[in-house]
T-cell receptor, first 114, second 111 residues
Framework: DAGVTQSPTHLIKTRGQQVTLRCSPK?????VSWYQQALGQGPQFIFQYYEEEERQRGNFPDRFSGHQFPNYSSELNVNALLLGDSALYLC?????????????FGPGTRLTVL | DQQVKQNSPSLSVQEGRISILNCDYTNSMFDYFLWYKKYPAEGPTFLISISSIKDKNEDGRFTVFLNKSAKHLSLHIVPSQPGDSAVYFCAASVNNNDMRFGAGTRLTVKP
């Protein structure tokens, strides 16, 4: 079992560009959440996807959007990148209805915006 | 709004001694609290949790204490081992939703 995988590992973009990050959940999991972890901070919840729909959303602008595919994998898209979007983006997966104890995190994608 | 706070960015303890990591929260609606451990280049991994109906939960060397009146929880690791060196995040949620994390405490256990 590969656990939660994310790609790419690192990414460098310039201000104003758009980026897409990808996540494959742990086998058997159907719910995917995305978090942003800025340097020196804890992860901040962006949104959660279940059954290909956004189920919950944190306090992030609509420049942040996502998608979930029928195989439960997910993408995070960020438009009009700002310097402040530089962070580690974490994906986490869980089976719907299960406790957050059982949520698994991926290793993250490190995004640098220049 | 930072609803979960870990005020100590770092902690250093000697191997074999007790490590105590602290966390404070402001939202009285939080009903579930978790501790995660994070090694470099890896995602956070779940360590231990506690429901708001309890005041203590123990799992091997790890014990979490919850003081609801003070809106404070702590993680005790005893005895501490060098392999425990990592960043520890406190997190809280309401009804399993919208988990909020603290900024983390970097624990270093010296041999």
């Amino acid at each position: 079992d590969a656990g939660v995988t994310q790609s790419p590992t690192h990414l460098i973009k310039t201000r104003g560009q758009q980026v897409t990050l990808r996540c494959s959940p742990k086998s058997g999991h159907d719910t995917v959440s995305w978090y942003q972890q800025a340097l020196g901070q804890g992860p901040q919840f962006i949104f959660q996807y279940y059954e290909e729909e956004e189920r919950q959303r944190g306090n992030f602008p609509d420049r942040f959007s996502g998608h979930q595919f029928p195989n439960y994998s997910s993408e995070l898209n960020v438009n009009a990148l700002l310097l402040g979007d530089s962070a580690l983006y974490l994906c986490a997966s869980v089976t719907s209805g299960q406790s957050t104890d059982t949520q698994y995190f991926g290793p993250g994608t490190r995004l640098t915006v220049l | 709004d930072q609803q979960v706070k870990q005020n100590s960015p770092s902690l250093s303890v000697q191997e074999g001694r007790i490590s105590i990591l602290n966390c404070d929260y402001t939202n009285s609606m939080f009903d579930y609290f978790l501790w995660y451990k994070k090694y470099p280049a890896e995602g956070p991994t779940f360590l231990i949790s506690i429901s708001s109906i309890k005041d203590k939960n123990e799992d091997g060397r790890f014990t979490v204490f919850l003081n609801k009146s003070a809106k404070h929880l702590s993680l005790h690791i005893v005895p501490s081992q060098p392999g425990d060196s990592a960043v520890y995040f406190c997190a809280a949620s309401v009804n399993n939703n919208d988990m909020r994390f603290g900024a983390g405490t970097r624990l270093t256990v010296k041999p």
